[in-house]
């Protein structure tokens, strides 16, 4: 039993590192097409038609956006909405089954759930950035020794808090997947 209490303990503060990043606005006219995360160990592309906002980059966490609200190149591709990757270590012996309802928080509301291959997401209703949708989704997937979480919020009655959303995220999920193994040869 001390095993799975310090497992429960272990993705507990994982979870809770995910779940501490903000969301910070900068600079619109500065946007990314890839950005490296956990000192270089972990390289995040954004699906076409989305940019990494560079001022919101810290070692754990990215904010992604429509290029063309980052300053970019006007580009109808993608909905509007705001993707997040956040990363934290794989806590020992945890799966993202095991991880995946620590996700919902107090005061959330569980909607759904979705699975793409080895990526899971579930559809929450609670707290969002201000001017967003309180639908949102939230997924989970690892890669190496990193958990990392994957959020995807959009204007209010938009089409990230529907299946564009869960796709976008589980798109995003294999994305990141392939650009690691193409950068780990």
């Not at 906002?53 to 966490?61: C, E, G, K, Q, Y």
């Amino acid at each position: 039993m001390t095993i799975w209490t310090f497992k429960r303990s272990a993705l507990a503060l994982a979870l809770l590192a995910l779940s501490a990043c903000e969301m910070p606005t900068g600079n619109e006219s500065d946007a990314f097409k890839a950005a490296t995360l956990m000192g270089g160990a972990l390289f995040v592309e954004p699906p076409t038609g989305y940019c990494v906002d560079p001022i919101s980059l810290r070692r754990n966490f990215a904010l992604m956006a429509r290029c063309d609200t980052l300053g970019g190149a006007a580009s109808r591709k993608g909905a509007l909405g705001l993707l997040t990757v956040s990363v934290a270590p794989m806590p020992e012996g945890v799966s993202i089954e095991q991880a995946l309802p620590q996700m919902i928080r107090e005061g959330e509301t569980y909607i759904r759930a979705v699975s793409h291959g080895s990526f899971r997401a579930v559809l929450i209703h609670g707290k969002t950035p201000t001017g967003t949708d309180a639908r949102h989704w939230r997924g989970l997937t690892s890669t190496g020794d990193y958990m990392v979480q994957l959020s995807a919020f959009g204007p209010e009655g938009g089409p990230m808090a529907g299946r564009q959303g869960a796709q976008l995220l589980a798109l995003l999920s294999r994305q990141v997947a392939e650009v690691n193994r193409r950068e780990a040869q």
